[in-house]
């Protein structure tokens, strides 16, 4: 069965690299020069920040469909299935496809070690390739400089945010991290970049680049809720669920920068209706609002946040929490002050790197965590709890976001 075929790749592929991060593109550029995915067949639009690299691909994904191209998004990482990670025209790939990358890969690869992520990046870009797409938009997974992402000299680039996530593999501070985020421009073309406060070393490192770089609020503005492109263009921004107004104007500013297509009200139309699952996702349970939200460092927490405080609820708000070990759970838990009536923590014990439920008690304060354990058991102990009228708010890893999707659907 494809299923099984794809599971037994995908479970090798887990298994066989001894590390799950290997930050350097000498070996992953190896295998693409013999799967010969580096050759420019296609235009590229890559994306890096520390949040919302996902709405803009989604954006620009629809954007370019709009405008009739044939495109291949790429991102990372997956919620239910990791066919999301891999889709053409809006549509994620099918197993055998998945999987004939994976055989060519493996024939390529000539006993260089890849890991699990340097795998499925090279498997999109060969299944681009095989089906000929116009356009790829494609989501780094960490970082920039040293991300396989980057083995792609990108036409158009895209830097969203820059927070502290990743710290051991990036650094532990905003201006180390913008360096690695602006490894991904290029010399000559456009850099979207819709930080609002952009390091110096961010702005220096694009400048030696050579790239066209394009600042939110010097070179293109957001008031309003209107776009004004640097090309002078001026239009109102699509609103679609759970995107921030940042992410969709530099998307849409990116495919302006391009040249690929106008911004038409056909293309801006296409966008309005834009969601992604697990970028606060709405749900109802027996009567109760349900928020679900990968937030899970504390740029993306403060969103959170700011969005519950500007839609209260009647009653209480309950929080489902868990989270990776390697972020930084002090400051996302008191960016929630105030917030929330009680916390309930999942333990994520069988997800590799996650934070024990034992350490966000402590930092949560055990006087406040009502309940812990699964997500499964969490849910129907926080449910049990809630009133008419109340809120429950799960947020954090996407391994937990996407458990909650699974289980409500």
Not at 24 to 47: K, N, Q, Y
Not at 339 to 344: G, I, L, Q
Not at 364 to 369: A, E, L, N, T, Y
Request: glycine content about 8%.
């Amino acid at each position: 069965m494809p299923d099984e075929s794809l599971k037994a790749w995908l479970d090798r592929l887990e298994s066989r690299h001894p590390v799950e991060i290997e930050l350097g593109l000498e070996r992953v550029s190896s295998v693409a020069r013999a799967l010969g995915v580096l050759d420019a067949h296609t235009h590229t639009f890559t994306i890096a920040g520390t949040n919302g690299k996902g709405s803009v691909a989604a954006v620009i994904t629809a954007g370019l469909l709009s405008a009739g191209y044939s495109v291949g998004t790429y991102t990372s990482p997956h919620l239910l299935r990791f066919n999301e990670r891999i889709q053409i025209d809006g549509e994620m790939v099918d197993d055998a496809c998945i999987v004939a990358a994976f055989e060519a890969i493996e024939v390529a690869r000539n006993r260089i070690s890849l890991t699990y992520f340097e795998t499925a990046t090279l498997a999109a870009l060969w299944i681009f390739r095989q089906k000929g797409v116009a356009q790829q938009v494609l989501e780094v997974g960490l970082g920039g400089r040293l991300d396989a992402v980057n083995i792609v000299s990108a036409d158009v680039t895209v830097i969203t945010s820059i927070g502290l996530d990743h710290t051991d593999w990036l650094g532990d501070n905003r201006e180390i991290i913008a360096v690695e985020k602006a490894g991904v421009a290029r010399e000559g073309c456009p850099c979207v970049v819709a930080e609002i406060d952009p390091p110096a070393t961010l702005v220096e490192t694009l400048s030696d680049r050579g790239a066209i770089a394009q600042y939110i609020d010097r070179d293109w503005q957001i008031l309003n809720g209107r776009l004004q492109t640097v090309e002078g263009h001026v239009m109102s921004l699509p609103k679609p669920s759970g995107l921030l107004e940042s992410n969709i104007g530099a998307a849409l500013q990116a495919i302006e920068s391009s040249g690929v297509s106008r911004i038409t009200d056909k293309l801006l139309t296409a966008v309005s209706t834009v969601a992604l699952p697990g970028r606060l996702t709405h749900r109802e349970v027996s009567g109760i609002r349900v928020v679900l939200d990968v937030a899970h460092n504390r740029e993306s927490v403060n969103k959170l946040v700011e969005f519950l405080l500007q839609n209260s609820c009647e009653g209480s708000t309950r929080a489902i929490f868990g989270v990776m070990g390697d972020k930084p759970v002090r400051d996302m838990i008191s960016a929630c002050t105030g917030v929330f009536t009680d916390w309930s923590v999942v333990d994520l014990c069988r997800t590799p790197r996650a934070m024990p439920a034992e350490h966000l008690i402590s930092e949560i304060g055990s006087d406040r965590v009502t309940a812990k354990g699964t997500f499964s058991d969490v849910w129907i102990e926080t449910l049990r709890r809630c009133q008419p009228g109340d809120r429950i708010v799960v947020f954090g890893s996407f391994h937990m976001v996407s458990e909650a999707l699974a289980l409500l659907g």
